[in-house]
C-alpha cells in the first residue's frame, strides 16, 4: 500500500503487520544497534558476532526496501524538503521523520487551502475557466486533506465569489438560495453555461477582414500611404485616402469616380488629366482597355444602385 498524505493513519498500521509477518518489525519500532562480539571474546565467539552482523545488515537493508516502496513520488519530495536522506541506511530514522513531518505538512496544507478557499473570487480570474479550475483544485485538496466542504456552504460561498463580475445573476442565485432551489449541481452547471460563452465569445471576437482593395470600407486610411491601383493592367500608384467604391481606385474624398477610369471627368486642376487620357485612349485602341465588374444590387434594398463588392472574411474554426 502507497504512503499518500490521505491514508497516513492506515499505512502507519499496516506496515508494522506486514513486517512482523517476518520478525522485522523492531527495525521501525526501537533502535536496534550492530551486533558487536565483547571485548577478548575468542574467535568462535567473534565468528558469531560476524553473522549476527551479516543478517542485521541484511534484514535492516530490507525493511528500509520494504519501507520506500511504500512512498509515492509526492511523499518523498515533501521529504526531501525536510531534509530527508533517501540513502539512510536506518529505516526507523525515515520511519520517524514520516510520522513526524506528514500530520504537520498536512495540517499547514490544510490551512493554506481553507485560506486560499475564503479568499478565492471570479474577479481575480481572467476567465471563467480558469476560476473554475482552480476552485475544483481546492475543493478536491481540502476533501483529500479530510477536510471536506458542506455542499450547502460550498454553494452559498461560491455564489458570493461571482458577486462582483457577474452582478445581475447575483441577484437570481440569491434568490435560489433563499428558496433553496439552488444546489452545487444546478449552480455548476450555469457557470459550465457562461464559462463556455465566454470562451465562444473571446474565438469569434477575433474575427478579421483582410486588406483587399475590393473592400467597401470608405474610411480614410491616411494622406500619406501609397498603394497600387488594383484595377488589372493598371500600374499607378495612388493615395489611400480615399476608397472608390466601384473600381477600387484611390483619389480625394469629394470624387464621384475614378480619375484613372474616366480621366476626361476629372477636374481640370489635377496636373495627371492629359497624361491619363493618352494613356486610355492608348488601352482603348490597342483593345485592351479594362472595365471595372460591379455586382448592383438587385435585392430590393432602399438603394438599388448601391454596388456590392465582396471580400473574404475569415472566421476561427469552432472548437470544443
Given at each position: 500500500?502507497?504512503?499518500?498524505?490521505?491514508?497516513?493513519?492506515?499505512?502507519?498500521?499496516?506496515?508494522?503487520?506486514?513486517?512482523?509477518?517476518?520478525?522485522?518489525?523492531?527495525?521501525?519500532?526501537?533502535?536496534?544497534?550492530?551486533?558487536?562480539?565483547?571485548?577478548?571474546?575468542?574467535?568462535?565467539?567473534?565468528?558469531?558476532?560476524?553473522?549476527?552482523?551479516?543478517?542485521?545488515?541484511?534484514?535492516?537493508?530490507?525493511?528500509?526496501?520494504?519501507?520506500?516502496?511504500?512512498?509515492?513520488?509526492?511523499?518523498?519530495?515533501?521529504?526531501?524538503?525536510?531534509?530527508?536522506?533517501?540513502?539512510?541506511?536506518?529505516?526507523?530514522?525515515?520511519?520517524?521523520?514520516?510520522?513526524?513531518?506528514?500530520?504537520?505538512?498536512?495540517?499547514?496544507?490544510?490551512?493554506?487551502?481553507?485560506?486560499e478557499y475564503l479568499k478565492i473570487d471570479r474577479?481575480?480570474?481572467?476567465?471563467?475557466?480558469?476560476?473554475?479550475?482552480?476552485?475544483?483544485?481546492?475543493?478536491?485538496?481540502?476533501?483529500?486533506?479530510?477536510?471536506?466542504?458542506?455542499?450547502?456552504?460550498?454553494?452559498?460561498?461560491?455564489?458570493?465569489?461571482?458577486?462582483?463580475?457577474?452582478?445581475?445573476?447575483?441577484?437570481?442565485?440569491?434568490a435560489g438560495l433563499k428558496s433553496g432551489s439552488?444546489?452545487?449541481?444546478?449552480?455548476?452547471?450555469?457557470?459550465?453555461?457562461?464559462?463556455?460563452?465566454?470562451?465562444?465569445?473571446?474565438?469569434?471576437?477575433?474575427?478579421?477582414?483582410?486588406?483587399?482593395?475590393?473592400?467597401?470600407?470608405?474610411?480614410?486610411?491616411?494622406?500619406?500611404?501609397?498603394?497600387?491601383?488594383?484595377?488589372?493592367?493598371?500600374?499607378?500608384?495612388?493615395?489611400?485616402?480615399?476608397?472608390?467604391?466601384?473600381?477600387?481606385?484611390?483619389?480625394?474624398?469629394?470624387?464621384?469616380?475614378?480619375?484613372?477610369?474616366?480621366?476626361?471627368?476629372?477636374?481640370?486642376?489635377?496636373?495627371?488629366?492629359?497624361?491619363?487620357?493618352?494613356?486610355?485612349?492608348?488601352?482603348?485602341?490597342?483593345?485592351?482597355?479594362?472595365?471595372?465588374?460591379?455586382?448592383?444590387?438587385?435585392?430590393?434594398?432602399?438603394?438599388?444602385?448601391?454596388?456590392?463588392?465582396?471580400?473574404?472574411?475569415?472566421?476561427?474554426?469552432?472548437?470544443?
Amino acid at each position: 500500500m502507497a504512503l499518500c498524505e490521505k491514508n497516513l493513519s492506515q499505512w502507519n498500521n499496516s506496515l508494522p503487520g506486514v513486517l512482523e509477518l517476518q520478525g522485522l518489525e523492531k527495525y521501525i519500532q526501537e533502535d536496534v544497534p550492530e551486533p558487536q562480539a565483547p571485548q577478548g571474546a575468542t574467535q568462535a565467539v567473534i565468528d558469531v558476532f560476524e553473522e549476527k552482523k551479516d543478517e542485521w545488515c541484511t534484514e535492516r537493508a530490507y525493511v528500509k526496501v520494504v519501507l520506500l516502496q511504500t512512498l509515492t513520488a509526492q511523499v518523498q519530495e515533501k521529504l526531501d524538503a525536510q531534509n530527508w536522506n533517501p540513502r539512510e541506511k536506518d529505516p526507523k530514522v525515515t520511519y520517524d521523520l514520516i510520522r513526524r513531518a506528514i500530520p504537520r505538512l498536512t495540517r499547514e496544507a490544510t490551512t493554506d487551502f481553507v485560506m486560499e478557499y475564503l479568499k478565492i473570487d471570479r474577479a481575480s480570474f481572467t476567465s471563467m475557466q480558469a476560476f473554475l479550475t482552480r476552485l475544483r483544485f481546492i475543493h478536491k485538496k481540502l476533501a483529500a486533506l479530510n477536510a471536506p466542504v458542506n455542499d450547502t456552504f460550498h454553494v452559498t460561498a461560491i455564489v458570493g465569489k461571482l458577486k462582483k463580475t457577474y452582478p445581475e445573476r447575483y441577484l437570481f442565485w440569491l434568490a435560489g438560495l433563499k428558496s433553496g432551489s439552488m444546489t452545487w449541481t444546478t449552480l455548476n452547471s450555469e457557470l459550465e453555461e457562461i464559462s463556455a460563452s465566454e470562451e465562444a465569445t473571446a474565438k469569434f471576437s477575433k474575427v478579421t477582414i483582410p486588406n483587399n482593395n475590393n473592400s467597401t470600407d470608405n474610411k480614410t486610411s491616411g494622406p500619406g500611404n501609397k498603394i497600387r491601383c488594383p484595377k488589372e493592367g493598371c500600374t499607378h500608384m495612388m493615395m489611400s485616402n480615399y476608397h472608390h467604391r466601384a473600381c477600387g481606385h484611390h483619389g480625394p474624398k469629394n470624387a464621384e469616380h475614378c480619375w484613372h477610369c474616366d480621366p476626361e471627368r476629372a477636374p481640370d486642376f489635377w496636373k495627371g488629366k492629359k497624361k491619363a487620357i493618352e494613356e486610355k485612349k492608348k488601352r482603348e485602341g490597342a483593345g485592351t482597355s479594362t472595365t471595372a465588374v460591379v455586382l448592383h444590387n438587385s435585392g430590393g434594398l432602399a438603394n438599388p444602385s448601391t454596388p456590392l463588392i465582396f471580400s473574404s472574411l475569415q472566421v476561427p474554426q469552432l472548437t470544443l
